[in-house]
């Protein structure tokens, strides 16, 4: 096996060669943001070439697709693709969630089936977990599976699913069961081709005028039931897995990265450029936001010293998606009160400041503090289980 | 410029850190609880002299002292942990004014100084600060006492303010001019009469401090400190004390959160805990959110702390972090508590007082905001 170090310095000398600058047009930063089909086939086509290079999936299984290293040599890729900037990996779900629940619990037919096209970004995948009536309430989810033979028979609606019309396959939380006492166990986790009658996605506009989710309709779509992972009834465990997949609370994602945290101190530039960096009003705003990035920085360093998190070990993981979803909000909205009278411009204006960059990123802020649990959801979560406050019923 | 924050310093713990922790936490625990405490503050004595006595026993002020003077040779680092556990607990004992009195001897005093005074504070404390004066000012050097030079030594003028723990104290570092350059002296307590002294009343009523009248307190030649090193005397007293007075915070807040915590509940309104009601949770889960930034910093300043430039940013930032921290958390504490937050029975007052004392003593945030922004983007 190739040596860490050697696979290191390959990555190293490949995406200096390949990554690619001077794109023409604005490139998304997270795999949310994903709103036109130029974007799209621009990041499935890189995908593919990082994978066909080696550096993505390295540590998954070669017998389905992978690269049959380890984690260390995937780890040392995805910090040079950091380093280089990379544009995102976008099959997100299939990498981060999909893929790595698929290789943990599914059946050998699984793994054969989808490892490879998650990574080649052939066959993307999307979510279905959140439903119109119940975004925070996710336990609750209607969408009704009705056993039939070796199929299920799906009804209901999922929305922000991300990538919706572009998806061949969904992981789908849906109700197999209606008559549980507890509204976790009637739910199962289903592994759903989305090309079949019966489902029909329709774009979602964001609050930025772009696109980037759909809201997916099911009317009597019928699809295998071998899907189904684990065994009715489950689902709810095996979505709370992939959610600790996607936190990276759990190894086992095929490596790069999805979403592109700029230093939020960029803000700084922007003050230096437009002059205001002597202005002692800017100084003692950017300062506190200076000591607010530090914290969130260091919470993160010290999650991982034991001796300083003792009084509440779990604070410090839950504190972390309020605190930078917040924070990367403010910062950005802080920004556009640097721009003076050109604050007023929006994408594609050319006056605008930054080509608008700053405006979309303050409005697509909003994505992480509504979606995956909204701060308001984040702070009863935080109150309950860190704190022991009573129930907010 | 360009800041990179993932370069202002990293975080990290020192084993020694880890056993001082250890201690603390239980014996403040053990030895300061609340009742205690508020029997204290009602009480004449200055000072919870058994706690101070064990504090001496358990070597607690030789900490950041080298060995070769009596010290436990370790840092700043390893008194962090400690003055969190004292502040959490409202402990009273002049930990800190002790401990940066001897960081300014150890870094301004001269050799002869250092080794008359340093083992006796390393085994038995008793050094305290007098600093401030009534012009208020956070500048430690922005003084008006003075001293003039005699045949004997130096005749002093002036007066000092918020002079902690001087009644326990055999020694205090004392500013005055000196032929127009702030100096450092260190000064015997036994030469100030009582007469000088008049007992302040503070915010703060587990903190005891005096005012000093200094016109014609004589002092000898060899009070005087190191005159080069008066600089960086008084630049490692304003951040040794920062750093310590944001571990006391910090510990406060904790204590602050617990018991507001505790309070949501058990009080019914409406039939129902007012703990589930999310105008409380939610706050309170903000006060909590701004505890544990506030403490990530602070370990991050114990850990960057001798680190020239690193260090007085990460201590500065602490500060800012640590006061915000106690005061909203305490502010919001006093509300939360209804009827019997308004109440002297109810502890939530004595954590607040407590911010306000310490945004009175070598800074408050906005102070320590204007020193970074000229850090930073100077």
């Not at chain 2, 308004?342 to 954590?351: M, S």
Request: proline share 3%.
């Amino acid at each position: 096996m190739i040596s860490v170090e050697d696979f290191a310095r390959d990555a190293e000398k490949w995406f200096a060669e390949h990554t690619p600058r001077d794109v023409d047009f604005m490139l998304p930063l997270t795999f949310m943001e994903v709103g036109t089909d130029q974007q799209f086939e621009f990041l499935q086509n890189w995908q593919r070439q990082v994978y066909d290079a080696g550096f993505l999936g390295a540590a998954w299984p070669s017998a389905y697709g992978g690269g049959g290293l380890t984690d260390a040599h995937q780890s040392a890729a995805t910090k040079i693709m950091r380093e280089h900037n990379v544009p995102i990996m976008m099959n997100t779900i299939g990498l981060s969630w999909a893929g790595p629940l698929i290789l943990d619990m599914g059946s050998e037919a699984h793994k054969n089936k989808y490892i490879k096209g998650i990574l080649s970004a052939e066959d993307i995948w999307c979510q279905g977990f959140s439903e119109p009536e119940h975004g925070s309430d996710l336990g609750n989810a209607q969408l009704r599976a009705v056993r039939d033979g070796d199929e299920y028979i799906l009804n209901g609606s999922k929305i922000w699913t991300t990538h919706g019309h572009y998806s061949k396959y969904m992981i789908l939380l849906a109700r197999t069961d209606t008559n549980t006492q507890n509204k976790y166990a009637g739910l199962s986790f289903i592994l759903t081709p989305m090309r079949v009658p019966g489902i029909h996605t329709q774009k979602i506009r964001k609050l930025t005028g772009e696109h980037g989710f759909t809201q997916t309709f099911f009317e009597d779509a019928r699809v295998p039931a071998d899907g189904l992972m684990g065994a009715e009834g489950m689902g709810w465990k095996i979505a709370m897995k992939t959610l600790e997949f996607e936190r990276g609370a759990r190894g086992g994602q095929a490596g790069g990265f999805s979403v592109t945290e700029p230093d939020p101190l960029e803000i700084l530039n922007l003050a230096r450029e437009s002059g205001q960096l002597e202005d002692p009003v800017v100084q003692d705003d950017l300062v506190d936001f200076i000591i607010e990035a530090q914290a969130l920085n260091l919470n993160g360093q010290r999650a991982k010293i034991g001796a300083l998190v003792r009084d509440n070990p779990a604070g410090l993981p839950l504190i972390n998606k309020l605190t930078k979803s917040e924070f990367a909000r403010e910062i950005n909205q802080y920004a556009l009160t640097l721009q003076g009278a050109r604050s007023a411009y929006y994408v594609d204006e050319p006056n605008a400041v930054d080509g608008g960059w700053w405006h979309r990123a303050y409005l697509n802020a909003f994505s992480a503090t509504i979606g995956g649990g909204t701060s308001q959801i984040q702070r009863n979560i935080i109150g309950e289980h860190v704190l022991g406050l009573p129930k907010s019923t | 410029m360009g800041v990179d924050v993932k370069a202002m310093g990293r975080l990290g713990i020192t084993e020694e850190q880890v056993t001082f922790m250890d201690i603390a936490e239980r014996f403040c625990r053990d030895n300061s609880s609340i009742a205690a405490v508020r029997e204290r503050m009602a009480g004449e004595a200055d000072v919870d002299s058994q706690a101070l006595n064990s504090l001496s026993e358990m070597g607690w002020f030789g900490i950041a002292l080298p060995e070769e003077y009596g010290g436990v040779g370790l840092s700043l680092a390893e008194a962090v942990p400690v003055a969190e556990q004292i502040g959490r607990r409202l402990m009273m004992v002049p930990f800190i004014p002790t401990t940066v009195a001897a960081q300014a001897i150890l870094v301004g005093g001269t050799e002869d100084q250092k080794r008359n005074y340093l083992p006796k504070i390393a085994k038995q404390g008793g050094a305290t600060l007098a600093l401030s004066e009534a012009n208020g000012s956070f500048a430690l050097a922005n003084i008006d006492a003075a001293a003039q030079e005699t045949k004997a030594g130096f005749i002093l003028s002036g007066q000092k303010i918020l002079v902690e723990g001087l009644a326990d104290s055999q020694i205090l570092i004392l500013t005055a001019k000196l032929k127009g350059q702030v100096s450092l002296f260190i000064c015997e307590t036994q030469n100030i009469p009582a007469s000088a002294r008049r007992r302040e009343i503070l915010i703060d009523e587990t903190k005891r401090s005096y005012t000093l009248q200094l016109d014609g307190v004589t002092l000898p030649r060899t009070a005087l400190m190191d005159s080069s090193k008066a600089k960086a005397a008084l630049q490692r007293i304003d951040l040794a004390a920062n750093l310590l007075a944001s571990a006391e915070q910090i510990g406060a807040a904790k204590s602050c959160i617990d018991y507001t915590v505790e309070y949501l509940g058990t009080r019914k309104q409406f039939g129902k805990y007012i703990g589930s009601y999310q105008a409380l949770k939610h706050t309170t889960v903000d006060a909590y959110v701004g505890y544990e930034k506030a403490r990530s910093l602070l370990y991050a300043a114990a850990h960057n702390f001798e680190d020239q430039g690193k260090g007085e940013i990460a201590t500065r930032m602490a500060a800012v972090a640590a006061g915000r921290a106690l005061s909203f958390a305490a502010d919001r504490a006093i509300q939360f508590h209804g009827g019997f937050g308004f109440t002297y029975d109810c502890d939530a007052h004595l954590y607040r007082r407590r911010a306000i004392f310490h945004d009175s003593l070598f800074g408050n945030a906005r102070w320590h905001k204007k020193k970074l922004a000229s850090l930073l983007f100077n």
